[in-house]
């Protein structure tokens, strides 16, 4: 027996593809005519008058979709013998293909339209029954959630007097966003945040003077909420700008540490470290305001990028700084 090599029998299955029927007009914008048998064994006619380009176009594209749903590749002759149910599973899955591009298919030939001539018998069931499962596509671009989590975090510039007192720090925070419709993009979000606040030297200077001891570092803790208005602007189908503000109250804790060394050393020489003073102010009222941007990842996760200007206390003693974050929405 002689064996033909992979390339001639992909080279055969394309001639046999692209050979129109005897007497079939092959003009690229003239309606195919029926085929068959074909190489599966199936009789193919085009319902909404495709012409024959499209036509082969459709028999390869489905072709290929057929051998990835039975994992049969008849153009590959020196492949081990395939069993009877997974040649008609290949079968099965080429007529739905076909079927669902706008043609009619069937195992047998078409009736004849001869008077003379007895109808052809109906062909025998090909086989057990074969589910071929349907691929469905994830959804792209955001979709509607009406409650939605997420958790950020970033760097904070202080602003205004504060840059004066305190070094950028970082922040972290949760929150929760509600949007009560799909039709009208406003919702609310509340949003629980804590960051944190180096001294600057001048800061622990005026300490050491002001508490008539020496002070070597600190820092300052503001913790606290916002309940927020949102508004989402779609820029494109995976990617939105949105405004938010509103009110919150929060607390600031400031620390001031001394660092002292031990009065012997035995093998090495030891530090500790004391407080030299540490107070919280009452809840303070505050607001904010700000934008960012959120651009939709595999839903229902979304990943977003935002600043906002936070003002905290009265306008005469105040607290104003700058949480830039990025996070994670799900």
């Not at 129109?20 to 195919?32: E, S």
């Not at 749903?69 to 002759?77: C, L, M």
């Not at 005469?316 to 929405?329: A, L």
């Amino acid at each position: 027996m002689v064996k033909r090599s992979k390339a001639t029998d992909l080279l055969v299955l394309l001639v046999a593809a692209a050979t129109p029927v005897a007497g079939q007009n092959v003009g690229p914008n003239t309606a195919a005519e029926a085929v068959g048998p074909t190489m599966e064994g199936l009789y193919i006619s085009p319902k909404n008058g495709q012409n024959a380009r499209q036509m082969w176009s459709d028999r390869y594209a489905c072709s290929d979709w057929a051998k990835s749903q039975s994992g049969v590749d008849p153009t590959k002759s020196t492949e081990a013998p395939t069993s009877d149910a997974r040649r008609d599973a290949y079968r099965r899955a080429m007529a739905v293909c076909l079927e669902s591009h706008g043609y009619s298919v069937s195992y047998a030939p078409p009736p004849s339209v001869s008077a003379s001539q007895p109808p052809a018998p109906a062909a025998a069931p090909p086989g057990p029954r074969v589910l071929v499962r349907q691929y469905t596509p994830p959804p792209q671009g955001f979709q509607y959630h009406p409650l939605r989590a997420q958790i950020e975090g970033g760097y904070t510039v202080p602003a205004g007097s504060e840059g004066i007192g305190l070094d950028g720090g970082w922040n972290a925070g949760l929150g929760l966003t509600w949007f009560p419709t799909s039709v009208i993009p406003l919702g609310l979000r509340v949003d629980g945040s804590f960051s944190r606040f180096n001294e600057t030297s001048r800061s622990v200077g005026e300490a050491s003077q002001s508490l008539n001891t020496p002070v070597s570092f600190g820092h300052e803790n503001i913790y606290g909420g916002d309940l927020d208005a949102e508004f989402d602007l779609p820029i494109g189908s995976s990617i939105r700008e949105y405004f938010f503000g509103g009110v919150g109250q929060y607390r600031e804790q400031t620390t001031f540490k001394q660092l002292s060394s031990r009065g012997y050393c035995y093998y090495f020489c030891g530090a500790y470290v004391t407080n030299v003073e540490q107070s919280t102010s009452r809840w303070l009222n505050s607001w904010n305001a700000g934008l960012g941007f959120e651009f939709a990842t595999e839903d229902p996760a979304s990943f977003f990028i935002e600043a906002r200007y936070q003002h905290i206390g009265s306008a005469d003693s105040r607290t104003e700084f700058v949480p830039i974050r990025v996070g994670i929405r799900f």
